[in-house]
């Protein structure tokens, strides 16, 4: 796993980083609390670098199993972390129908109005191509 911050314990792990307008996540295993925490701390520290101009959160989820439930609520309070410090569109690679339900429920109490399913990408490229056109709609894309 590559990036700029990382965690692991025995059952998971993720590493984050941000390239221009995007943070970037790599998830692995199954995620529990402490590596939830973990990733709610580095998560916020990356959102902070990007405030206030607007920006993209992209993750691969391909080879997570899903969230604890303490865990799901820490990921649940670092999406709308994101939110609040100017994320505008995020974009997903996922396979577990688990996680799929674990992250529509997060749109769901965040409020957002889109479906998960409409944000799951097959390939890093086809989400960076997605993400990069809806962050180029915006005022502030340079």
């Known amino acids: 796993m590559r990036g700029n911050l990382s965690y692991h314990d025995k059952f998971g792990q993720y590493s984050m ?22 990733f709610h701390l580095h998560f916020c520290q990356l959102a902070d670098k990007l405030a206030p101009n607007p ?3 992209c993750a691969d989820l391909s080879a997570c199993e ?9 990921v649940k309070a670092s999406h709308q972390y994101g939110i609040s410090r100017g994320c505008i569109v995020d974009a997903y690679q996922i396979s577990s129908p688990l996680l ?8 769901e109490a965040l409020g957002l109005d889109t479906h998960i399913n409409d ?3 097959s390939n890093d490229k086809s989400c960076i191509a997605f993400l990069t ?5 915006t005022r502030d894309h340079i």
């Open 119 to 121: 944000r799951i990408f």
């Open 100 to 107: 799929i339900n674990q992250s529509q429920k997060f749109r």
């Open 133 to 137: 056109a809806e962050l180029s709609k």
């Open 55 to 57: 920006w993209a959160y």
């Open 17 to 38: 980083w941000i390239e221009g307008k995007i943070l970037f996540c790599i998830v692995h295993g199954a995620i529990g609390e402490t590596v939830a925490k973990h």
């Open 66 to 74: 899903g969230y604890t439930p303490e865990a799901a609520n820490r």
